[in-house]
């Protein structure tokens, strides 16, 4: 069974410092990887899509790269902004036919202080 | 351009009551999904429908059913409604076919509260 961590549940950051969100899990054998963005209560926004054939995306300030065979994915956001702060959320596909499902980690909460 | 429709938005409901939510897929993706979130939790997968058919079924109660229908929107009915039901259900919606990136959309989910 897919198991999705993110490290660390939460953090704290003054505004314009780069960062590092952190997802790993342990079955390599995926499809492609996602990652969100959710504000409180609200949906979740796709941030960036990687292929499992593929080493990183980008777009804008977000860039997030995937490590398929140790099971690591990371999202690296550049000069954060108040606006960043939200919840963050990677989620890996196994398949895109039968075992189609998304397993999400279990998020990052981020706060980016003015 | 357009995204998946979800409503309603908020819905209100008594112990043991039946509740219906309703996703409308983004114009031509034939796969829908569902998913739970509870508070402070990750969201979770309940069920998935591809061209009208279940294809793949996760933790959802036996008082729940999904079906999809011709037009591809889906619903999800809940009945006898639990306290722990109280959660925002997130619908999805992705195409096989096209550039088959397999990327699922997510709608704005719709809160449900059991009193």
């Known amino acids: 069974k897919q198991e999705v961590t993110q490290i660390p549940a939460a953090l704290s950051v003054p505004e314009g410092e780069n960062l590092v969100l952190n997802c790993s899990f342990t079955d390599s054998a995926i499809y492609n990887l996602q990652w969100f963005r959710q504000d409180p209560g609200k949906g979740l926004t796709s941030l960036l899509l990687?292929?499992?054939?593929?080493r990183e995306q980008t777009s804008g300030r977000l860039n997030a790269s995937l490590d398929k065979s140790s099971g690591r994915s990371t999202l690296y956001i550049a000069a954060s902004q108040p606006g960043d702060s939200a919840t963050y959320l990677c989620?890996?596909?196994?398949?895109?036919?039968?075992?189609?499902?998304?397993?999400f980690g279990t998020g990052t909460r981020l706060t980016i202080i003015p | 351009a357009a995204g998946v429709i979800q409503s309603p938005r908020h819905l209100i409901k008594e112990k043991r009551e039946t509740a219906t939510l309703k996703c409308y897929p983004i114009?031509?993706?034939?796969?829908v999904y569902w998913y739970q979130q509870g508070p402070g939790q990750d969201p979770q997968f309940l069920i998935s429908?591809?061209?009208?058919?279940?294809?793949d079924k996760g933790s959802i109660p036996d008082r729940f059913s999904a079906q999809q229908f011709s037009d591809y929107h889906s619903e999800l009915n809940m009945s006898s409604l639990e306290l722990g039901d109280s959660a925002l259900y997130f619908c999805?919606?992705?195409?096989?076919?096209?550039?088959?990136?397999?990327?699922?959309?997510f709608g704005e989910g719709s809160r449900l509260t059991v009193l």
């Open positions: 989620a890996v596909k196994k398949s895109n036919f039968g075992n189609e499902k998304l397993t």
């Open positions: 999805a919606s992705t195409s096989r076919t096209g550039d088959n990136t397999g990327e699922l959309f």
């Open positions: 990687i292929q499992s054939s593929q």
């Open positions: 429908f591809y061209e009208k058919m279940q294809s």
């Open positions: 114009p031509r993706h034939d796969t």
